[in-house]
């Protein structure tokens, strides 16, 4: 399966990389201080869509306060399985990528 060139995951333990399976790349990012130049490579490559753990919810609304553009669509995901925001986030997440209140 070829990977979907527009989507990409980031996460603080491999399992990022099960997003591999369903054609999204994952990508493993341990160490904080490489994350901000892994997402800037992202943006750079023109990825539209990054899934990312809620465990960089620090580092994500530093890069969104940068960005004026409506890309890329940052949605934090639990990738360790236990949820700290829930659905909310999930919501205002898709909400400021889209505009529109889904929920």
Known sequence: MKNNESIVCLGHDENALLFNSSGIRGI???DRSKLLDEINLLIKNDIKI???S???K???EEVRNELNGVYPIF???PLDGISKDGVEQIRKDVERATGINLF
């Open 28 to 30: 493993v990012v341990k």
């Open 50 to 52: 990054i899934l990312i």
């Open 54 to 56: 809620d465990n960089f």
């Open 58 to 60: 620090k580092e994500v």
């Open 75 to 77: 949605l934090l995901l």
